[in-house]
């Protein structure tokens, strides 16, 4: 959670962080973007889709 906090705080933009359950008694956190945000996260050489 460290290094996404960290890389979160390096870009521009608002982001807000959702807590939710893994199903499995865990807890897992989403962030949400706002538009300069996620223009930045788009262009970062770290950003990569899964298919």
């Given at each position: 959670?460290?290094?996404?906090?960290a890389l979160v705080a390096s870009l521009p933009g608002q982001v807000k962080?959702?807590?939710c359950?893994?199903?499995g008694g865990g807890?897992?956190?989403r962030h949400v973007g706002d538009t300069e945000f996620l223009a930045a996260?788009?262009?970062h050489p770290d950003f990569h889709m899964i298919k």
């Open positions: 959670m460290a290094r996404a906090r962080e959702v807590s359950d893994t199903g807890r897992w956190m996260w788009l262009r």
